[in-house]
């Protein structure tokens, strides 16, 4: 089944402590992407890949990281979580204009 | 940059009646406009766009209507039934942009019984 996949699906975390939410996708997309989705703000473009290596700031990568060593993964990096990154996170990946999103990963920074 | 505007922000229709949600887009250089259903804990999933060389879509129940001289697209949907009931996002791609979307802020419709 063509799907992108994320982890944890949940994760409740304290400020400071590094961590990572993984993305994999098994359509040999090149192109992949995370977002933030908040209340009242839908969704909003962290970082993207174009391909394996390439990498970009989407609208709002203040506080993040990502890798792209592989062209189905695409790790999202926190390093020092702040409570403002609590969020509901999307990885999508596309071929093409159609993107196609993964589950969420709803993060709680205290 | 680009930015959508979506309006509205909630929506209640009873079943069986149309939903019309609109949004309206700021670069006229935007060339592809999608829109995604999100169901309660799951991602949003596409069900429908359009191109600017297209005036309308239709797919079944849903279609979706362009006008580029006033830059905005509405999502029509017909005959709701409960399993419509989500959030629902409009978006617009610019040409040359990659695969870059930028969001509106979302339609949360209800259809009740």
């Known amino acids: 089944e063509a799907q992108v996949t994320q982890n944890p699906r949940y994760l409740i975390t304290v400020t400071g402590k590094k961590l990572t939410v993984t993305c994999s996708q098994n359509?040999?997309?090149?192109?992949m992407s995370w977002y933030r989705q908040d209340p009242g703000l839908g969704l909003r473009q962290i970082y993207y890949?174009?391909?394996?290596?390439?990498?970009d700031k989407g609208d709002v990568p203040e506080g993040y990281k990502v890798s792209r060593k592989e062209k189905r993964n695409f790790p999202l990096i926190l390093e020092s979580p702040s409570p403002n990154q609590t969020s509901l996170y999307f990885c999508?990946?596309?071929?093409?204009?159609?993107?196609?999103f993964g589950p969420g990963t709803r993060l709680t920074v205290t | 940059g680009e930015n959508v505007e979506q309006h509205p922000s909630t929506l209640s229709v009873q079943e069986g009646d149309s939903a019309v949600i609109k949004c309206t887009y700021s670069?006229?250089?935007?060339?592809?406009f999608p829109w995604y259903k999100q169901e309660l804990g799951k991602g949003p999933q596409l069900i429908i766009d359009?191109?600017?060389?297209?005036g309308e879509k239709k797919d079944q129940r849903i279609a979706v209507t362009l006008n580029k001289t006033a830059k905005h697209f509405s999502l029509h949907i017909t005959e709701t039934q409960p399993e419509d009931s989500a959030v629902y996002f409009c978006?617009?791609?610019?040409?040359?942009?990659?695969?870059?979307?930028?969001f509106g802020t979302g339609t949360q419709l209800k259809v009740e019984l």
């Open positions: 978006a617009a791609s610019i040409r040359g942009g990659g695969n870059k979307l930028t």
């Open positions: 359009i191109r600017s060389n297209v």
């Open positions: 999508a990946s596309a071929q093409g204009v159609e993107q196609y």
């Open positions: 670069d006229s250089a935007s060339n592809y």
């Open positions: 890949s174009m391909n394996v290596e390439v990498t």
């Open positions: 359509m040999n997309h090149e192109y």
